[in-house]
T-cell receptor, first 110, second 113 residues
Framework: DAKTTQPPSMDCAEGRAANLPCNHSTISGNEYVYWYRQIHSQGPQYIIH???NNETNEMASLIITEDRKSSTLILPHATLRDTAVYYC???????????FGAGTTVTVRA | KAGVTQTPRYLIKTRGQQVTLSCSPI?????VSWYQQTPGQGLQFLFEYFSETQRNKGNFPGRFSGRQFSNSRSEMNVSTLELGDSALYLCASSKGQGGEKLFFGSGTQLSVL
């Protein structure tokens, strides 16, 4: 079963920041937070992951609360190509049985 | 560097037949995982192979099997196909050392008629 809770959908205006929340209140100390996205009929694409510190890469930023019970994925300048289903996953490092929930369907509008 | 390659991209079979799907991981990656994605159940883990050995297995019947070759390429087989096996089958590769990200292929869309 998925260990995360995400809103089912959200809209975002093109060029604006998109903030995607995720609750993972039962996260264990050795579980990482991963974000993937899936564009229709393609395989999931890795975005970013973190353990307890905030992380940033060329695609997004990940903000993890101090108690690690929730996190936010930030897409700084959303484009139409960012329209996808975004999955928040918690996983122990050597666990390959990723548990995907329903994710958040993000629609970026012009 | 080439990504994860899955073949074929589309497949149509009839009930009772069997099917074999192929996955070529990224060069240097030794772990291959397989997932089934359906509209009703979402993405579900099938199994994971590392160095030709199955390390993890999901909750699927024995009709679903897999193997990995010495070059890390992997195949999965579904025997006695059922209508409910219609799905997008995805494979993901990684170095297999733990903690690293998984790279997914585009999947094989299987339709069972």
């Amino acid at each position: 079963d998925a260990k995360t809770t995400q809103p089912p959908s959200m809209d975002c205006a093109e060029g604006r920041a998109a903030n995607l929340p995720c609750n993972h209140s039962t996260i264990s100390g050795n579980e990482y937070v991963y974000w993937y996205r899936q564009i229709h009929s393609q395989g999931p694409q890795y975005i970013i992951h973190g353990l307890k510190n905030n992380e940033t890469n060329e695609m997004a930023s990940l903000i993890i609360t101090e108690d690690r019970k929730s996190s936010t994925l930030i897409l700084p300048h959303a484009t139409l190509r960012d329209t996808a289903v975004y999955y928040c996953i918690v996983r122990v490092g050597n666990d390959y049985k990723l548990s995907f929930g329903a994710g958040t369907t993000v629609t970026v509008r012009a | 560097k080439a990504g994860v390659t899955q073949t074929p991209r589309y497949l149509i079979k009839t009930r009772g037949q069997q099917v074999t799907l192929s996955c070529s991981p990224i060069s240097g990656h030794r772990s291959v995982s397989w997932y089934q994605q359906t509209p009703g159940q979402g993405l579900q883990f099938l199994f994971e192979y590392f160095s030709e050995t199955q390390r993890n297995k999901g909750n699927f019947p024995g009709r679903f099997s897999g193997r990995q070759f010495s070059n890390s390429r992997s195949e999965m087989n579904v025997s006695t196909l059922e209508l409910g096996d219609s799905a997008l089958y995805l494979c993901a590769s990684s170095k297999g050392q733990g903690g690293e990200k998984l790279f997914f292929g585009s999947g094989t869309q299987l339709s069972v008629l």
